[in-house]
């Protein structure tokens, strides 16, 4: 991967992470809905010809139980008042 490569790619994990805290966030205090949804197409693919990427991110409530993972044991941010 090019220098270029790895800054867009260190970019996108860095917008997923904040992402991350204000969905948490915004939940926690009750700010936003549970279920969000954005999602949209990239017109091109190199591993299917003629193909397209599918990004899609949503959010949906969930039995803690079925969510797989220790790392949602506890949640990672507590309101604070």
Not at 31 to 50: G, K, M, N
Request: with cysteine; net charge neutral.
């Amino acid at each position: 991967m090019s220098e270029t490569t790895n800054i867009r790619r260190e970019r996108i994990e860095k917008l997923l992470q904040e992402l991350r805290y204000e969905v948490s966030r915004g939940m926690m205090e009750n700010e936003i809905d549970e279920t969000l949804s954005f999602e949209f197409a990239v017109p091109i693919s190199r591993a299917i010809p003629d193909g397209v990427v599918w990004c899609k991110f949503w959010t949906r409530p969930s039995p803690r139980h079925v969510v797989i993972g220790a790392q949602m044991a506890e949640p990672r941010l507590k309101v604070v008042q």
